[in-house]
């Protein structure tokens, strides 16, 4: 761990087509010392949005997956500590409260772990397999990095010991049907675009096993049930995505657009 970092804070966020949810968003920043948010050329009105705020940096870059658009924010901030939001992610006043104090009191953790609330529309969901969700949100930049083999589900390779924040982070993860449904093709996607660069083969049992277990599993053993219709909802569209995942690792293995690793 560097000892000699600032405290001060680089809130950081990507987008693409976020006007309904970037305003609020970037208007609850006022702790932070620098706000960079990184487009991937959206065709709505959150370019327009973002530069209404003086204090946003905002910078457009072709996305290639999510990893590297987030290294690439990443490597933009000016200050050592980072918190990276999504659009749709709110921090609770008592969650900015223990940012800004533990930023400016930590001497040896990296990286700190969220917990996160998700919100089917303005109801939270309980269970449906978010019930212990956990992701990294603030970390000091010389001590992590974006796995770079991940397209797709983020993982954050730290150097250094890993704290928890106590409050949770809002995540209004469900606004509509067909926008999560959308967001879910699109993950499961780039998750076979993944797999083929791993030179992994599809399979026709697991096309068909890996979305009925993930369903089952969330469902049932995670108690997705108790979150009524929209659990069901939920772990239709995330068993969808994975359902998703195979059909496109065939459709790029017919094709070979990728080139797989050998």
Not at 43 to 58: G, L, N, P
Not at 77 to 82: H, K
Not at 160 to 186: A, F, P
Request: aromatic content about 12%; proline content about 2%.
């Amino acid at each position: 761990m560097n000892h000699n970092s600032n405290t001060e804070i680089s809130v950081l966020i990507i987008t693409l087509n976020e006007e309904n949810q970037i305003r609020e968003l970037l208007a609850d920043l006022d702790f932070a010392d620098e706000i960079i948010v990184v487009d991937s050329f959206s065709t709505d009105q959150t370019a327009a949005i973002c530069r209404s705020f003086k204090k946003v940096t905002f910078i457009q870059h072709k996305f290639e997956n999510y990893s590297s658009q987030r290294n690439f924010a990443v490597a933009q901030a000016r200050n050592d500590w980072v918190l990276f939001l999504d659009a749709d992610e709110r921090l609770t006043p008592d969650l900015k409260k223990e940012v800004i104090t533990t930023v400016k009191n930590n001497e040896t953790i990296a990286a700190f772990l969220f917990q996160r609330t998700f919100m089917f529309q303005e109801q939270v969901l309980h269970f449906s397999g978010n019930q212990t969700d956990k992701i990294f949100r603030l970390f000091n930049k010389n001590n992590a990095e974006y796995s770079k083999d991940r397209l797709v589900h983020e993982k954050l390779k730290v150097q250094g010991n890993v704290g928890i924040l106590k409050n949770k982070l809002i995540h209004y993860s469900y606004s509509s049907y067909d926008g999560y449904k959308e967001k879910t093709i699109r993950y499961g996607k780039l998750k076979a675009q993944e797999k083929f660069l791993k030179n992994q083969k599809p399979s026709f049992l697991l096309r068909f096993l890996h979305p009925a277990y993930n369903f089952m599993f969330n469902y049932i053993a995670r108690l997705g049930f108790l979150d009524a219709k929209k659990g069901l909802i939920i772990c239709y569209l995330n068993a969808n995505s994975v359902y998703i995942r195979y059909q496109e690792l065939e459709v790029l293995w017919n094709k070979k657009s990728l080139s797989p690793k050998q």
